[in-house]
């Protein structure tokens, strides 16, 4: 199946990836800024930043229950929360109140990003194709967009909140789009399997390894190249959209190779070139070399959680799937709750350069976790 076949498919659940990657995107180049307005040191930011992860971490627990009340709209509901939700970080600077904003649009994301990744799930066992690589990926095209159109909106003079603001009024002319009909799947007479613990525990781990990488280069990259190695405004906005562009790049190919390699192995060979990526950024003397690293980090990473949440579709039987994902992403997307805090402390105690060298080293650990979700059977 080609990429745009793919898309084409998914288009509509690939609409809301597009919506939450322009969304964080923009947060990503506007951290300097937002970390400024706050007055807040680097442990004390990433701290404040736990309050994202805090609600995105409850609102996938809340997800299943939810998909299943708002069936079709799921969507449209969750992409209309986080257009309002966004509307609140970029105008606050009292520390406090700006991680119960930040709950806010973690609660909101984190039900679009279940509800989001259980319908591409879905489309993958009814097309028996994989599908879940080319939605990543638009996600990443939609980051690198907005992060790079921030670039200009700084320069400019611009704060984050009209921009904010002009995202949130065409996502709201995008909602139709987002509309999909839903099969929820009962249990099979007579099934007496067990709950799929060990599927969920390993392929949440692997997504969680990614997403914490992730999550780094996201909320830091920016921060990395303007202090650490004297970038401008716009050279710092450029450390995340390279991520973006990347990672892009990294999921549709991975999309064109899921057809022919099995799970694991590409999982593994993405560790290794995503770890050099890292060490790269990490020990770069300028920022064209940070950017070579980030750019390499995000090829590899790119393709690591979305085959970790595909991987775990297909590892438990069909009427567990939109549960398992959800408890996967809870595990995965925790990432995003201990990333900034420990991304804070490293950089406090030894500096950004040794923060993403520890990413590099945390980037292999999927090794051996790959290794272990190879021995589990397929349903």
Known sequence: MSILTALCVSRRPATAFVVVGMFWGCFAAYVPVIKGQLGASDALFGTLLLGSATGLVSAMWLAPRA??????????????????AWLLPGQITVPLVFASAMAFVGLASGLLDVVMNARVSELEAKHNRPLMNANHAMFSVAYACGALCVGFTREAGLPPTPVFAGIGALVLCMLPLMRMDVSFVEAAEGYEGRYPLW???????????????????????????ER????????????????GITMA???????????????VPLVVAASVISAMGAAIA????????????????????????????????????????????????????????????LMGLLSDAFGLRMAFLAVAVLLLSVLPLAVMARRLPMQ
């Open 67 to 84: 998909d299943r009340i708002l069936g079709a709209r799921g969507m449209q509901v969750g992409a209309a929360m986080l257009a309002v």
């Open 228 to 243: 650490t190695l004297g970038g401008g405004a716009a050279e710092g906005a450029l450390g995340p959209a390279m991520l």
């Open 282 to 341: 990490a020990l770069a003397p300028s920022p064209l070399f940070a950017y070579l690293g980030f750019g390499i980090l995000g090829l590899g990473v790119s393709v690591i959680g979305p085959i970790g949440l595909a991987l775990v579709g297909k590892l438990v039987a069909p009427h567990l799937r939109t549960e398992a994902i959800s408890r996967t992403a809870v595990i995965g997307f925790s990432g995003f709750f201990f990333a900034p805090m």
């Open 249 to 263: 790049i990294g999921r549709f190919s991975g999309q064109a190779v899921a057809e022919r390699i099995r799970e």
């Open 199 to 225: 599927p969920i525990v390993l392929c949440g781990a692997i997504v969680l390894v990614a997403f914490m990488s992730e999550a780094t280069v996201e909320a830091w990259s920016a921060l990395h190249v």
